[in-house]
Each structure stands twice: as C-alpha cells, then as structure tokens.
C-alpha cells in the first residue's frame, strides 16, 4: 500500500496524475513537489526547488531508424549523445524526437514528459547509467509543474528501463 513521505494537499481524486497512480498501483513511496508550470527544463527544475541538478531527470523522446519511440531518462546535468544511443538500441542513427512528435507520441506536455504515465505505450524505456548513482530522483509527474521524488531503484523497478550509457560529460 502507497504511503506518503509528504501528505499533498489533493482533495479532488482528478488531481492524481497517471504516473502518481502508477506508482500507488506498485506500492512506491514518492514525494510529489510542485513549482511554476512556467519552468520546462531540469535546470530551472533545480534552480527553482533547490536540489542538485544532477538528481533532476528529464525524459527526452528520441527516435530509431524504423520510427520506434524511445523514452531516454537522462540526469539533468547530462547531454544525450544520439550515437551513444544508437550503438545502445542496435541502430546506426537515433533522432531527436521534434517538440511536437514528442508531444503527439506520448499525448504529454514537453516539460512534463515522463515514462511512468507511457508503460503501456510502445516505447523503449533506457536510462543513463549516471542517473542510476544517484539514491534519490526528481522526475516529471505528468504534467508540468509537478515532479515526483522517489528512489531510483523503484524508478527503475516500475519502467523496466534498461540501463546504458547515454551521455558524455
């Protein structure tokens, strides 16, 4: 059964987000923090709430040769290297998914982006191995605006994300 860290101020059962709900389903303690849906990036994320940037993650929609989405968690201190994850998935090229096929394939807002709400979706989940240092996470709720502290191994436990290196220093 879900229990808190911190109690959120949701009286309305519409206020949960999918990925919250995710995690209730796995019984996962998480945190969830809220700050300005005016703030998109990991930077801002961090700047903003004051954790290290390094524990922040952003999910970045990244795209085989075949058109197969990929959900890439990366620590927000990191830059994805597309040639990294190419040689990671078997392929010869990756893309950069654009802003608007990021939002169209996961139905999400950029800057709210998350793999927690997308399991049931055809994506492949990976995560950087840098993340995997970290004990603790802030990733998106679902929605911008809201992230989710939880440990990362019970980030990695509900995704199934497979863990490769995906970034340079």
């Known amino acids: 059964m879900y229990v808190p860290w911190v109690r959120c101020n949701m009286t309305e ?25 005016e703030i998109h990036s990991a930077v801002g994320v ?28 990366v620590a927000g201190d990191r830059e994805l ?4 994850v190419a040689r990671a998935v078997g392929d010869k090229k990756v893309r950069m998914a654009s802003m608007r096929e990021a939002e169209s394939l996961t139905g999400l ?10 399991l049931n979706k055809p994506f492949d989940i990976l995560v ?8 603790h996470v802030l990733i998106s709720a679902g929605r911008r605006g809201a992230n ?13 994300a497979r ?6 220093s």
């Open 109 to 118: 807002e950029v800057g709210g982006i998350s793999a927690l709400p997308l």
């Open 46 to 73: 961090s700047q903003e709430l004051g954790y290290p940037i390094e524990q922040v993650v952003k999910t970045l929609v990244a795209l085989r040769e075949s058109g197969q989405p990929l959900l890439v968690m």
């Open 13 to 37: 059962k519409s206020a949960k987000t999918n990925a919250m709900r995710v995690l209730d389903a796995h019984g996962v303690r998480y945190e969830l923090i809220t700050f300005s849906s």
């Open 128 to 135: 950087d191995r840098r993340v995997m240092e970290q004990s």
């Open 148 to 160: 989710l502290r939880l440990a990362t191994a019970d980030l990695v436990r509900v995704t199934g």
């Open 163 to 168: 863990a490769i290196e995906a970034t340079r």
């Open 81 to 84: 290297s597309l040639k990294l």
